[in-house]
């Protein structure tokens, strides 16, 4: 009696394997099939990615044209006008308009200068360009302007080029 | 995995970029600029300034501001600034913390790891020195590289096998010269050589004084003496250098330069590439020993250099560049920015350090011609552009060209040139079964799925039916790098003529619409148009149908302004009638029929899904491998 069952128990462990085996391949195929998805999907996403990054760069392309496109416009309106003034004999009052109409579009544009004589220096609005030693003055004055700075809204646009007073000791 | 930047920490500018996507992309400052000053500073109050802020204050805190500290690394040298020594790392260290700073602005994250760069010629004390800056600054500096080596990198020089390069770096104050050879990877450096006092200043120096003696000679003012002036002067040889890489003479035109006794001057001078080369001459000549001495030492000729890299800004110039060319008998490599050519190294190496340029360097095709399909009258319809990364799907919704049209023709495409004739058939099948209906009406689904391994499933689909035919095409993204370059050449070729050709067709294909809506409105509103207005009508049709017989483009274009006219005369009647009749009917507009080719549907929404990619596990294992 039991000479026969350890036979039996063998079929019994092999079958099972075999289904164990079975289940394995099955659930391998599985993963692979899954495996091959994902990784399409990834490389797909990647391509789109990489497409959209080249978009963009058109885009981009494409805004930047059309900034210098507007501010070149404003350009050529100034330089007619300029030229007319230019063979005008008596220039001084449309070159005033003309001005006017610069100094508006500026405005508009958010810009505004940075009046700078007499103040005390800023690094975060200034560049000292040169000290001058003099004594009589507050010490880090500004003495002078060599090139107009400029706010555009908030954020400096181009700092003012300045001679800063030290006072002599 | 966070980001690795790559930092040039320069004598006067330091730079930093990362690798994003797979490509470099420089950090801009909080300032807005694409560089950091390495300039540092305490104010009187106290407080720390480092970069642009630091620099605009320079002069008028000479004692609280220290610069070109790069020159003091590895010295015990110390900076007493507002009454507290510094060591040279300190204050390195505060430039780095800046761009630390700026850079996770930039990024929106956490920075902590970094690779800095620093002069070949560099010793062990100066390395330690550096690393030890960025510890303090709080990176983690997972490398320090050579300059020269990272210029290199930003050349990709070390995929290409064997190879001995110098690198030229003539920058504002210094021009440092490195020859090296590289082998699998690895960067020796066999020489340097280089000039500590000779830089792009000493030009911008010779040309103010050229300048201001020709303005002296004529108006005896010296324009050096004011602040004001000089500043002028400066900016405008900026100007005029860069005017003159392009082209042969510059106009220097300073209007109200000066005033003198009451007049006003206007400096106006004529420089000449001739001219400037005269003068930067004797600087661009002091470059040359180095070269030769950094080559003797290296015991190489010129001939054997494989490639020369330019750093730095002045390389810009032309004639710095026959220099180089003259010394090292090749062209000189200045296709990356020489001013972020070693800091975009630096992001390159940081980026296989971090893994960013491993991931992103699975290497994806791209489309090399565009894809399309060929559509009524012959035109070539495009899919896919040229230079689309694949795997990438696209698909249009397309209609028929006649009434009771049962069968679509799919002529896949390849070329740039507008009609289909003219480029290359890849492949046509048929869909069959479409459902007698008037044109323009039944919508067809073309859609072009390119996978990974370039090859293109072709897909047609009758929306209505659900009826779908498909073919598979081979080899759409492998062409022969002649025949693409011949394809483009050909397309830009005959660019004008193709434009006219296709113009034509389209003229055709709306005078075509025309007729056909022309047709129907006569059969269905035939009891609503008056008589005058059918006559009309027909007469327009007539003429139209006729000249389609014919190739007069401009005939046609004509008659189909002609029917135009005739059919809104008619049709606002009829409008007009029905208003005051109070009655409000479904009009039939003019524009109707011309959806021949249906509408883009954009991107692919809903859309089955079922890529074959064979080889895809083998390619996943060997990027694990790598």
Known sequence: MPTKKPTNTKKNIQESAQHA???????????????MEKNDKYLRTLADFQNYQKRMEKELQAQKEDIKKKYLLELLDLTELLKKSYEDPNPKSGLKLLLENLEKFLEKEGITYIDCKGKPFNYQLHNAVSTLEQSDCVDGTILDEIKKGYLLGEKLLRPAHVIVAKKKP | MSKIIGIDLGTTNSEAAYIEAGKPVVIKSVEGQPYFPSVVAFTKT?????????????????????????????????VNLRGKNYTPQQISAFILQKIKKDAEDFLGEKITDAVITVPAYFNDDQRQATKDAGAIAGFNVKRIINEPTAAALAYGLDKEGDQK???????????????????????????TSGDTQLGGSDMDRALV??????????HGVDLRKEPKTLQRVLEAVETAKIELSSTLQTDINLPYIYVVTGEPKHLELKLTRTKLEEIISPIVQRSEKPCRQALQDAKLKPEDIDHVVLVGGVTRMQMVQKKVEEIFKQKPKREVDPMECVAIGAAIQAGVLSGAIEKDIVLLDVTPLTLSIETLGGVATPLIDRNTTVPTKKSKVFSTAADNQTSVEINVLQGERPMAADNKSLGRFHLDGIL????????IEVSFDIDVNGIMNVSAKDLGTGKEQSIHITGSTKLSDSEIERMRNEAKEHEEEDKKRKEKIEIRNVADSLVHSTEKALEELKDKFSSDDKQNLEKALKDLREALTGDNTEVIKEKTDALTQAFQKASTAIYQQAAQQYQQQPGQGSSQGESWQGQPTGDDSTINADYKVKGEKKKKNDEDAE
């Not at chain 2, 300048?211 to 004529?218: G, P, V, Y």
């Not at chain 2, 007698?436 to 919508?443: D, K, M, S």
């Open chain 2, 209 to 218: 004084d050229y300048i201001a003696e020709e303005f002296k000679s004529r």
């Open chain 2, 436 to 443: 007698p209906a008037p044109r323009g009406l039944p919508q």
């Open chain 2, 46 to 78: 106290g407080e720390m300034l480092v970069g642009e802020a630091a620099k605009r204050q320079a002069v008028t805190n000479t004692e609280g501001t220290v610069q070109r500290i790069k020159r003091k690394m590895g010295t015990n040298e110390k």
């Open chain 1, 21 to 35: 085996i079975t289940k394995l391949e099955e659930e391998n195929t599985q993963l692979q099939k899954e495996l």
């Open chain 2, 165 to 191: 390069i110098a690198v030229y770096d003539f920058g504002g104050g210094t021009l440092d010269v490195t020859i090296m050879e590289v082998g699998g990877g690895v960067f020796e450096v066999l020489s």
